[in-house]
């Protein structure tokens, strides 16, 4: 694949790697590099995602442009006379637009990457300017996320609001998948909805553990809880709450000497200001390994979204014992009891919460086979060789 030329288009910066998405886009960026690839990448800039700490590589050319993309009233507001989804068409950016046009102007490309939905308004650029072979790297099923999210929705303002948002938001995904040349997705269980309306050619190219296993240094000497994850992603804050609500405060109550710690970026009111028996909320962290090294069972206990859960498979890389919902392991092919815990109640959750407690050797032996999962099944190597189909 030496000498092959791809450009990666990128709704967020790939680093630093603060969460899933970025993590799902650095991946692909360096695979492509390990292939001998010359790499292109332009990526948007935001107040949520800023950019630093980009590698060096003399086949890459990295750039991020600054954009707004924030959600505003008046926008918003403005977007109903129209017939574009507000949560794609606040990506719609003319300087970025201006940044492909002209890096199409002075090279041509092998392959070009659309990473996921919120960069699918270039396409027709790429196409005018572009004879490249294009593949939308999907993330997740956008959709079915806010399907989830309009259920939970009590207000009958902004319930109507979004539901015509989910709407166009469906239209626009679905449209986009017949569009493109390609289509790689995070997930096979993504994919095999995806199949049901595309004909497009269609491949899973999952994430990977690092070629050397992140280093599994467990410095923790007592069973505690914890969950790791990006608060400012609504799935992500909707679970803790549901947590704290529902399990956590009488879980806590039967055994006073537990401890839960939460970490995480763009935490909200709701959260960092909850009182909580037993609760340390250590807002976001440095490094994510040296936070999960530090304590015992992870948590996840996610009731909406798609694609992969990139944190579930660091903690299998790292020894963890986890306890989560039967949709956070979607894609990842875990067997309950063996190397993972699952929980899908309240009382599922105390329940396997308590077994943590009363069988600290099970919780090892689970932490133990989840490791041994993830190092087989997570590899670079599978995922090389599925972007080397792309390339051909």
Same mark, same amino acid.
């Given at each position: 694949?030496?000498?092959?030329?791809?450009?990666?288009?990128?709704?967020?910066?790939?680093?630093?790697?603060?969460?899933?998405?970025?993590?799902?886009?650095?991946?692909?960026?360096?695979?492509?590099?390990?292939?001998?690839?010359?790499?292109?990448?332009?990526?948007?800039?935001?107040?949520?995602?800023? #950019?630093?700490?980009?590698?060096?590589?003399? &086949?890459?050319?990295?750039?991020?442009?600054?954009?707004?993309?924030?959600?505003?009233?008046?926008?918003?507001?403005?977007?109903?006379?129209?017939?574009?989804?507000?949560?794609?068409?606040?990506?719609?950016?003319?300087?970025?637009?201006?940044?492909?046009?002209?890096?199409?102007?002075?090279? #041509?490309?092998?392959?070009?990457?659309?990473? #996921?939905?919120?960069?699918?308004?270039?396409?027709?650029?790429?196409? &005018?300017?572009?004879?490249?072979?294009?593949?939308?790297?999907?993330?997740?099923?956008?959709?079915?996320?806010?399907?989830?999210?309009?259920?939970?929705?009590?207000?009958?303002?902004?319930?109507?609001?979004?539901?015509?948002?989910?709407?166009?938001?469906?239209?626009?995904?679905?449209?986009?998948?017949?569009?493109?040349?390609?289509?790689?997705?995070?997930?096979?269980?993504?994919?095999?909805?995806?199949?049901?309306?595309?004909?497009?050619?269609?491949?899973?190219?999952?994430?990977?553990?690092?070629?050397?296993?992140?280093?599994?240094?467990?410095?923790?000497? &007592?069973?505690?809880?914890?969950?790791?994850?990006?608060?400012?992603?609504?799935?992500?804050?909707?679970?803790?709450?549901?947590?704290?609500?529902?399990?956590?405060?009488?879980?806590?109550? &039967?055994?006073?000497?537990?401890?839960?710690?939460?970490?995480?970026? $763009?935490?909200?009111?709701?959260?960092?200001?909850?009182?909580?028996?037993?609760?340390?909320?250590?807002?976001?962290?440095?490094?994510?390994?040296?936070?999960?090294?530090?304590?015992?069972?992870?948590?996840?206990?996610?009731?909406? $979204? #798609?694609?992969?859960?990139?944190?579930?498979?660091?903690?299998?890389?790292?020894?963890?014992?986890?306890?989560?919902?039967?949709?956070?392991?979607?894609?990842?092919?875990?067997?309950?009891?063996?190397?993972?815990?699952?929980?899908?109640?309240?009382?599922?959750?105390?329940?396997?919460?308590?077994?943590?407690?009363?069988?600290?050797?099970?919780?090892?032996?689970?932490?133990?086979?989840?490791?041994?999962?993830?190092?087989?099944?997570?590899?670079?190597?599978?995922?090389?060789?599925?972007?080397?189909?792309?390339?051909?």
């Amino acid at each position: 694949m030496e000498g092959k030329k791809v450009l990666i288009l990128a709704h967020k910066p790939a680093y630093p790697k603060i969460d899933g998405g970025c993590v799902a886009i650095s991946q692909v960026l360096e695979a492509f590099l390990d292939l001998g690839c010359d790499v292109n990448f332009l990526g948007m800039e935001t107040k949520k995602h800023p #950019s630093k700490n980009t590698i060096e590589h003399s &086949k890459l050319k990295y750039k991020t442009i600054p954009v707004n993309t924030g959600l505003h009233f008046w926008s918003a507001l403005k977007n109903l006379f129209t017939k574009d989804s507000y949560f794609l068409a606040r990506f719609s950016q003319q300087t970025f637009e201006q940044e492909i046009i002209c890096t199409l102007n002075k090279q #041509s490309f092998d392959l070009i990457i659309f990473e #996921s939905l919120f960069t699918s308004s270039y396409l027709d650029i790429v196409k &005018k300017y572009s004879q490249a072979k294009t593949i939308y790297r999907s993330h997740n099923i956008e959709h079915q996320i806010w399907e989830t999210q309009l259920l939970e929705e009590n207000n009958i303002f902004r319930k109507s609001y979004l539901k015509l948002q989910v709407n166009r938001l469906k239209k626009e995904e679905l449209k986009f998948w017949k569009e493109v040349d390609s289509i790689a997705s995070i997930s096979e269980k993504d994919s095999k909805h995806i199949r049901l309306h595309t004909k497009k050619e269609l491949t899973t190219i999952g994430l990977y553990c690092k070629n050397n296993p992140l280093k599994q240094k467990d410095q923790s000497d &007592k069973v505690d809880f914890f969950h790791l994850g990006a608060m400012d992603w609504q799935p992500n804050q909707q679970a803790i709450s549901w947590f704290l609500e529902n399990v956590w405060t009488g879980f806590n109550l &039967k055994n006073p000497e537990t401890e839960f710690h939460i970490a995480g970026r $763009g935490m909200n009111s709701s959260i960092l200001d909850t009182n909580r028996r037993g609760l340390h909320n250590h807002k976001e962290v440095a490094d994510a390994a040296k936070f999960i090294n530090a304590h015992k069972i992870m948590l996840v206990p996610l009731f909406s $979204g #798609s694609g992969i859960r990139v944190k579930i498979i660091e903690g299998m890389a790292l020894g963890k014992c986890i306890i989560c919902t039967s949709l956070a392991t979607e894609g990842i092919k875990t067997s309950n009891l063996e190397n993972i815990l699952i929980a899908n109640t309240k009382e599922e959750f105390i329940e396997q919460m308590q077994f943590c407690l009363n069988e600290p050797k099970r919780v090892a032996e689970i932490g133990g086979f989840a490791r041994e999962f993830a190092i087989a099944n997570f590899s670079k190597t599978e995922v090389s060789l599925q972007l080397k189909n792309l390339l051909r």
